[in-house]
């Protein structure tokens, strides 16, 4: 009985079969510079960097003033417009505390499907930070990226007035501020908030909505009457009370 014939195997020790499939899968958005990022290894395992940075937020401590996004907007394209803002805030003034005010910021994904999805390698790994961003020279305005992205809403957005996809970067290229940022430098959204609800962290959060989503509410926010736990219960003296060392007698 004939045989099928052997799997034609490249330098690297892929089959070209799973040579093919590993480049598919990733799309030619993985291809940056002339050299793959991510490829389809033996183990099924791609080989893209984590990112260096990473933003986390408190969506009970955030009062929903907007300032992150018109700065956000202001350093990326000089003005502002909450239209042009890579992180999103938005409010629902029929809830209550914990349900009225949400924000969505890139979660800067160690598997980063839009990345992925990019034809063009415009939304690629940037090789000095790992932070996912976009080489917008590159965007073609096909919108894969925007739709590629598993959450709601999407954390890329269409530029509509410089009509090319745009997301966070941690601040890596603001023109518009003179402030070094990055990884290694200031995030324009963390330096304004006026509540300090939003963080920077060098750590990968776990990946859920809970470790992008914390509690950053400390005893400076209690002492300002407001409850520090998530289910404001309790009163926010019951909780100074229960951190504040007991007098000592005295001698």
């Given at each position: 009985?004939?045989q099928?014939p052997?799997p034609q195997?490249?330098?690297s020790?892929?089959?070209?079969?799973q040579f093919l499939?590993?480049l598919?899968g990733?799309g030619?958005?993985a291809v940056i510079g002339?050299?793959?990022?991510?490829?389809?290894l033996?183990d099924g395992?791609y080989?893209?960097e984590?990112?260096?940075?990473?933003l986390?937020?408190?969506?009970?401590?955030c009062?929903?003033?907007?300032?992150?996004m018109l700065?956000?907007?202001?350093?990326?394209?000089g003005?502002?417009?909450?239209?042009?803002?890579?992180?999103?805030?938005?409010?629902n003034v029929l809830k209550?505390f914990?349900?009225?005010?949400f924000?969505?910021?890139?979660?800067?994904?160690p598997e980063?499907?839009?990345?992925?999805?990019c034809p063009?390698g415009?939304m690629?790994?940037?090789?000095?930070t790992?932070?996912?961003?976009?080489?917008?020279?590159?965007?073609?305005?096909?919108?894969?990226?925007?739709?590629a992205?598993p959450?709601?809403?999407s954390?890329?957005?269409?530029n509509?007035?410089?009509r090319?996809?745009q997301?966070?970067d941690?601040?890596k290229?603001?023109?518009?501020?003179?402030?070094?940022?990055?990884p290694?430098?200031?995030?324009a959204?963390v330096?304004v908030?006026?509540?300090?609800?939003?963080?920077?962290t060098n750590?990968?959060?776990?990946?859920?909505?809970q470790g992008y989503?914390?509690n950053?509410r400390?005893v400076?926010y209690a002492?300002m009457a407001f409850?520090?736990d998530?289910?404001?219960?309790i009163p926010?003296?019951?909780?100074?009370?229960s951190?504040?060392?007991?007098?000592?007698?005295q001698?």
């Open positions: 009985m004939p099928p052997s195997i490249e330098p020790g892929l089959s070209r079969r499939v590993g598919g990733l030619i958005g002339g050299s793959i990022v991510g490829l389809l033996p395992v080989a893209i984590a990112s260096d940075g990473y986390l937020v408190d969506t009970k401590k009062a929903g003033c907007q300032s992150c700065a956000c907007s202001l350093v990326h394209s003005k502002e417009n909450l239209s042009l803002s890579r992180i999103q805030v938005s409010k209550g914990g349900e009225d005010i924000q969505y910021q890139c979660r800067q994904c980063p499907s839009c990345v992925n999805a063009t415009a690629h790994v940037d090789p000095d790992n932070v996912r961003t976009v080489n917008e020279g590159k965007c073609i305005g096909c919108e894969r990226c925007v739709e992205c959450f709601t809403p954390r890329v957005q269409w509509f007035e410089e090319h996809a997301k966070c941690l601040c290229n603001t023109p518009f501020w003179n402030h070094e940022g990055g290694k430098g200031e995030q959204c330096k908030c006026p509540m300090d609800a939003i963080k920077f750590d990968i959060p776990v990946q859920t909505d989503d914390v950053l400390t400076h002492r409850p520090v998530d289910e404001a219960k926010a003296q019951v909780y100074i009370d951190i504040t060392p007991s007098p000592q007698p001698a």
